[in-house]
Structures are given as structure tokens and as C-alpha cells.
């Protein structure tokens, strides 16, 4: 029986497998494209003239922008693997170079993340100004509403009071149908002998229904005011952070990646 030798045994571990470089490159490839697909999607229809729009596809494409570089360096290094292995294929050009696509879509990408790090935040504060006068605009109407139904009301129960200071038959008749407590009874009494007392017991009511109303919708309102910064701030930071890291990301591969590939070539 014929033994091999402990040399001529192919230490199998160490050796990095062709099928996990096919894969490396396959899903990174899938990744770029389904985030190309993505880009276009969010893109299409275009409305670079509504600002709501243009932060949600700035928004989209942070939110996306890890899985192009995930899936460029997977790529690379499924083509690491084939050139440890000895099987990459050697290029005479770079246009028919994959690697040098991914490369120029990395700078593209950097380019891209590098103008949303000054396009988001500005989206991002007019965004959040909009708001606030959108806002202020709806506190007014609503105030003006509340407003015109308390002075309907108050107007009303005022025609209620005068109708019973001035016509002694219906005074008489709500005292004997025990409508009127003894409170109210004597605050009637005191008003026909003084009626301006009357008048400004009803403005006083006016004014302090008003005062609540104005407290009430301040306060919804700075409530509202406070989360709508507080959105805006931590929608600014993470926007900014996020768009400084994939610029560095995709710009540090790609023009790395292209300057290596050229010095190939050369």
C-alpha cells in the first residue's frame, strides 16, 4: 500500500475556496444593483422644486448608502480571494474591468454624499421653518375659531341673563321651577340694581374664557414647537454624520481602488 507523504498533503483550511470568491462577488453585485434600482425609484418622478420631496429622497438615499459600500468591498474582495488563488483573469483594458466600474460608481457615490452633506441639513431647517409657520398658521385660525364659538356662547347665556333681569314673569317662573340656585338669585337681584355691574360681569367672563383659550392653544402649541426642533436637530446630526462617513467611504475606494488600477495598467 502506497502512503502519501505529510508534504505532498494540501493543507485545506488555508486555502481560501473559489466558491465563497463567486459568492463574495455575486452578493456584492446584487447589493449595487438593487441600491441602483433604489436610487432610480426614489429619484423617479422628479420634483426638484418641492422641498418635501427632495428631503425624503435625501433621507432614502442615507438611509441606503451602506449597502453599495457593503457590497463593493464584498466584490473586492471576492476578487482578492481569485487573485490569492491565481485564477483572476487579466484584463488588456480597463473598460472591459469590472473593477474599474465599481471604482468610478464609488467616486460617483462620494460625490453624491458629499452634496448631501450640504444639501440635507438645508432641507432639513427649511423643512423645520415651514413647519413652525405651519404651525403659527393653524394656533391663529384655531384661536380665532374658539374665539367666535365662545363669543357666540357667552352671547347666548348673556340673552338668557338679560331676558330674566328685564322681565320679571320669566325671573319669577325659573325661581319657582328651582332653575335658579340662591346664588343666582341674588346675583340678578344685585345686577337690577346696577346693571353696569351686569355688563362688566360679562366681559370679565369674556375675557378670562379668552385668556384660557390663548393659555390652552400656547400651550399645545410650544409643546408641538419643541418636537418639531427636537426632529429637526436629531434629523440634522444624523443626516450630517452619515453623509460625511459614506463621502469618506466610497471616495477613500474609489480613488484608491482607480489610482491602483491605472498604476496596473501602466
Given at each position: 500500500?502506497?502512503?502519501?507523504?505529510?508534504?505532498?498533503?494540501?493543507?485545506?483550511?488555508?486555502?481560501?475556496?473559489?466558491?465563497?470568491?463567486?459568492?463574495?462577488?455575486?452578493?456584492?453585485?446584487?447589493?449595487?444593483?438593487?441600491?441602483?434600482?433604489?436610487?432610480?425609484?426614489?429619484?423617479?418622478?422628479?420634483q426638484f422644486d418641492n422641498t418635501a420631496w427632495?428631503?425624503?429622497?435625501?433621507?432614502?438615499?442615507?438611509?441606503?448608502?451602506?449597502?453599495?459600500?457593503?457590497?463593493?468591498?464584498?466584490?473586492?474582495?471576492?476578487?482578492?480571494?481569485?487573485?490569492?488563488?491565481?485564477?483572476?483573469?487579466?484584463?488588456?483594458?480597463?473598460?472591459?474591468?469590472?473593477?474599474?466600474?465599481?471604482?468610478?460608481?464609488?467616486?460617483?457615490?462620494?460625490?453624491?454624499?458629499?452634496?448631501?452633506?450640504?444639501?440635507?441639513?438645508?432641507?432639513?431647517?427649511?423643512?423645520?421653518?415651514?413647519?413652525?409657520?405651519?404651525?403659527?398658521?393653524?394656533?391663529?385660525?384655531?384661536?380665532?375659531?374658539?374665539?367666535?364659538?365662545?363669543?357666540?356662547?357667552?352671547?347666548?347665556?348673556?340673552?338668557?341673563?338679560?331676558?330674566?333681569?328685564?322681565?320679571?314673569?320669566?325671573?319669577?317662573?325659573?325661581?319657582?321651577?328651582?332653575?335658579?340656585?340662591?346664588?343666582?338669585?341674588?346675583?340678578?337681584?344685585?345686577?337690577?340694581?346696577?346693571?353696569?355691574?351686569?355688563?362688566?360681569?360679562?366681559?370679565?367672563?369674556?375675557?378670562?374664557?379668552?385668556?384660557?383659550?390663548?393659555?390652552?392653544?400656547?400651550?399645545?402649541?410650544?409643546?408641538?414647537?419643541?418636537?418639531?426642533?427636537?426632529?429637526?436637530?436629531?434629523?440634522?446630526?444624523?443626516?450630517?454624520?452619515?453623509?460625511?462617513?459614506?463621502?469618506i467611504g466610497f471616495a477613500f475606494i474609489g480613488?484608491?481602488?482607480?489610482?491602483?488600477?491605472?498604476?496596473?495598467?501602466?
Amino acid at each position: 500500500m502506497t502512503s502519501s507523504s505529510a508534504t505532498d498533503r494540501t493543507p485545506i483550511g488555508k486555502v481560501p475556496s473559489p466558491l465563497a470568491a463567486t459568492s463574495l462577488k455575486l452578493v456584492g453585485g446584487i447589493a449595487i444593483l438593487l441600491f441602483l434600482i433604489d436610487f432610480v425609484t426614489v429619484l423617479f418622478p422628479p420634483q426638484f422644486d418641492n422641498t418635501a420631496w427632495q428631503l425624503n429622497a435625501t433621507t432614502q438615499l442615507l438611509d441606503r448608502g451602506i449597502i453599495p459600500l457593503v457590497g463593493i468591498v464584498l466584490l473586492f474582495t471576492g476578487y482578492w480571494i481569485d487573485s490569492n488563488l491565481g485564477i483572476a483573469p487579466r484584463k488588456s483594458s480597463l473598460a472591459t474591468d469590472l473593477r474599474f466600474w465599481t471604482c468610478l460608481l464609488s467616486a460617483f457615490l462620494g460625490l453624491v454624499f458629499l452634496i448631501t452633506t450640504f444639501l440635507h441639513p438645508n432641507l432639513v431647517f427649511i423643512q423645520r421653518r415651514n413647519a413652525l409657520t405651519r404651525l403659527d398658521s393653524e394656533a391663529t385660525e384655531l384661536t380665532a375659531q374658539m374665539e367666535s364659538r365662545l363669543s357666540e356662547d357667552i352671547s347666548a347665556q348673556r340673552a338668557q341673563a338679560d331676558a330674566l333681569l328685564n322681565n320679571e314673569e320669566a325671573f319669577q317662573a325659573a325661581v319657582a321651577s328651582g332653575n335658579l340656585d340662591d346664588g343666582t338669585k341674588a346675583q340678578i337681584e344685585q345686577f337690577r340694581k346696577d346693571p353696569e355691574a351686569f355688563n362688566q360681569y360679562w366681559t370679565s367672563q369674556a375675557t378670562e374664557a379668552q385668556n384660557r383659550i390663548k393659555t390652552g392653544v400656547g400651550e399645545d402649541q410650544q409643546d408641538k414647537i419643541s418636537l418639531i426642533k427636537t426632529e429637526a436637530t436629531k434629523a440634522f446630526l444624523r443626516g450630517i454624520l452619515s453623509s460625511i462617513l459614506l463621502t469618506i467611504g466610497f471616495a477613500f475606494i474609489g480613488w484608491s481602488g482607480l489610482r491602483r488600477l491605472l498604476a496596473m495598467v501602466n
